[in-house]
């Protein structure tokens, strides 16, 4: 189901690989999924819902450790209480004939590891995981169930594009009250199972938060943190904190500084930076103080970068951009535009004593109309697409040619493509005359094509590693 083979546990799993065909109550093993820190996964079969399930089992070592079987049945009782979209449900838990299992929700898809390794996501399509996994620790979090592995492998999403959070195996409850029993029952204490002990170490290192490194009590903000790291890797392709070895993998989680995520040919925009660094942050009271505020800002920026924007622009900004534009034309066209406001000037002034209000409204609606016709020729739309598809990090190049466009990108992602089409769908519905625009996205191209394609008329933006490059 996931894989967990960089999991701090040394746990060996000795449990037997031929339990396919055999049954745990009412589920039928059919198949060996995978292997996680605690045991091994197995589809199954519910023969009294007739569904598919996924059965995890707990090796025999650890059924003879008393206190980490407990914790097993623990994630059972706490991450049952979780019902959220973004967070594979648990159905069951129990033992038979000596083997304790836990029965979840079979998950079909990709795990972000698989989907990081094979250039899938692009900006947007991490931006939407990383929301969705925030908003699914969120509803964890207010039930006071911290995963504290949140990790590539530990995400899914599945065929429809939903995501999924695997494994709270790890779950720690912030209220010793969650998973305690009522008085007198065997189990009263298990709610001291709960509380992180010091010096034990529990986590997948380069994705832990400085505090899980130092084995120190941890609460919420350390998913936080994993959020971040998986978030980083997710935008850039690169762990964070990942080095040559475990304990200098634990000494960068806890102490080095968080690379910039604009290199190696990557382009994240500011704010996405920004709140990744916050998340980054070493000490948890720097981080999001809660999983809902970080999913709030992830939803703004998916947004903003959906539209092909990094971040919006103020009503001063544009001014100084209108300015700057200005200072930069040349004399000659200056010198028009002067002499077409003083003569606007002049004709507002003659005109309103003339025709009156009434008829000034009548031209303005005119005017209106007129400027909206002249602004919207076809070189002006396509200027305003080149302009949006030029803020989207993966972009390398845009040429046109007649009618016709060339966007370059770095990796053919569907969600990439769907952005600049719907772009290309909105620049096309304002023109009032002329041929629409179509648009060909290229990826993998030579430094030839690519020199080939620079040494041709239209081109309209080149992104600077590109140039350097070359």
């Known amino acids: 189901m996931n894989d967990n083979s960089t999991n701090t546990s040394s746990t060996k799993l000795i449990l037997p690989r031929s339990?396919?065909?055999?049954?745990?109550?009412?589920?039928?093993?059919?198949?060996?999924?995978?292997?996680?820190?605690?045991?091994?996964?197995?589809?199954?079969?519910?023969?009294?819902?007739?569904?598919?399930?996924?059965?995890?089992?707990?090796?025999?070592?650890?059924?003879?450790?008393?206190?980490?079987?407990?914790?097993?049945?623990?994630?059972?009782?706490?991450?049952?209480?979780?019902?959220?979209?973004?967070?594979?449900?648990?159905?069951?838990?129990?033992?038979?004939?000596?083997?304790?299992?836990?029965?979840?929700?079979?998950?079909?898809?990709?795990?972000?590891?698989?989907?990081?390794?094979?250039?899938?996501?692009?900006?947007?399509?991490?931006?939407?995981?990383?929301?969705?996994?925030?908003?699914?620790?969120?509803?964890?979090?207010?039930?006071?169930?911290?995963?504290?592995?949140?990790?590539p492998a530990n995400v899914m999403r599945t065929k429809d594009g939903h995501v999924k959070i695997l494994d709270f195996g790890l779950a720690k409850l912030l209220d010793d009250r969650v998973g305690a029993r009522p008085s007198g029952d065997k189990d009263s204490d298990s709610s001291q199972v709960s509380k992180t002990q010091s010096g034990m170490l529990m986590g997948t290192p380069a994705y832990m938060s400085p505090e899980q490194a130092r084995a120190v009590p941890v609460d919420f903000r350390a998913d936080i943190f994993s959020v971040g790291a998986l978030l980083f890797e997710m935008a850039t392709g690169q762990s964070p904190f990942q080095r040559d070895n475990f304990m200098d993998t634990l000494h960068a989680v806890a102490f080095d500084v968080t690379p910039s995520m604009n290199g190696a040919g990557v382009h994240v925009p500011p704010e996405v930076e920004r709140i990744v660094s916050r998340c980054l942050q070493k000490r948890p009271e720097d981080r999001y103080p809660s999983a809902r505020m970080l999913a709030d800002e992830l939803r703004r920026v998916r947004r903003d970068t959906e539209t092909g924007l990094a971040q919006k622009t103020s009503w001063r900004q544009r001014i100084i951009e209108v300015w700057e534009q200005m200072r930069q034309q040349p004399p000659s066209r200056s010198a028009w535009f002067a002499a077409g406001a003083i003569g606007l000037g002049l004709a507002l002034y003659f005109s309103v004593s003339k025709i009156g209000l009434g008829g000034m409204v009548f031209l303005g609606f005119g005017g209106l109309f007129f400027y909206r016709h002249i602004r919207d020729r076809p070189h002006r739309i396509q200027e305003q697409f080149v302009r949006r598809i030029s803020k989207i990090p993966e972009v390398r190049l845009i040429a046109i040619q007649d009618h016709q466009l060339t966007v370059v990108v770095d990796h053919p992602v569907a969600q990439l493509y769907g952005r600049i089409n719907g772009h290309l769908r909105s620049c096309n519905r304002k023109l009032y005359f002329g041929e629409p625009m179509t648009v060909s996205v290229l990826h993998e191209l030579g430094p030839g094509q690519i020199l080939k394609i620079l040494r041709s008329p239209g081109v309209q933006y080149v992104r600077e590693d590109v140039v350097q490059a070359i």
Do not use: N, W
């Open 19 to 151: 339990l396919a065909g055999t049954s745990l109550k009412h589920f039928r093993l059919e198949g060996l999924l995978g292997e996680g820190g605690m045991g091994l996964v197995y589809r199954a079969h519910d023969s009294r819902l007739h569904r598919a399930v996924a059965v995890k089992l707990l090796s025999s070592e650890l059924i003879s450790d008393a206190d980490r079987k407990q914790r097993f049945l623990q994630e059972a009782r706490a991450a049952a209480r979780i019902s959220h979209p973004a967070v594979a449900q648990i159905y069951d838990a129990d033992e038979q004939d000596g083997v304790t299992f836990i029965v979840m929700e079979l998950v079909e898809g990709k795990t972000v590891r698989e989907l990081i390794r094979s250039k899938e996501l692009d900006l947007l399509g991490a931006i939407d995981i990383g929301l969705q996994v925030a908003e699914g620790l969120a509803k964890a979090h207010e039930l006071g169930i911290v995963h504290r592995d949140v990790k």
